[in-house]
Nanobody, 127 residues
């Protein structure tokens, strides 16, 4: 049973925009902290943004503040709007759910706390 699945990756030139979507099972989605992560070749997976249940307190990595926006709807989908993309934003983007809590909090960027992960969607930004 698929709990989390990402959509919307692709290739874009620097300065462009992409919107990623993440569909989660209703049981997982309704009470989970939802996060977006990315992993570039040869690098560790890093937190990009997270949002609590009900859209509470979006959180962002410093590298994407002011350019990326995370949001979630009232059904089962989390979005990541990515503007002013840079080549260093290139990587595999993953959606994840921490179903143990509706609150993301200060450790939102910790890979270990998320218990459901999607397969990832590739984002490539060319200069």
């Amino acid at each position: 049973q698929v709990q989390v699945a990402e959509f919307g990756g692709g290739s874009v030139q620097a300065g462009g925009s992409l919107r990623l979507s993440c569909a989660a099972s209703q049981f997982t989605y309704s009470h989970s902290c939802m996060g977006w992560f990315r992993q570039a070749p040869g690098k560790e997976r890093e937190g990009v943004a997270a949002i609590g249940a009900g859209g509470v307190t979006p959180l962002y990595a410093d590298s994407v503040k002011g350019r990326f926006t995370i949001s979630r709807d009232g059904k089962n989908t989390v979005y990541l709007q990515m503007n002013s993309l840079k080549p260093e934003d290139t990587g595999m983007y993953y959606c994840a759910a921490d179903s143990s809590t509706y609150w993301c909090g200060g450790s939102w960027y910790s890979v270990a706390r998320y218990n459901y992960w999607g397969q990832g969607t590739q984002v490539t930004v060319s200069s």
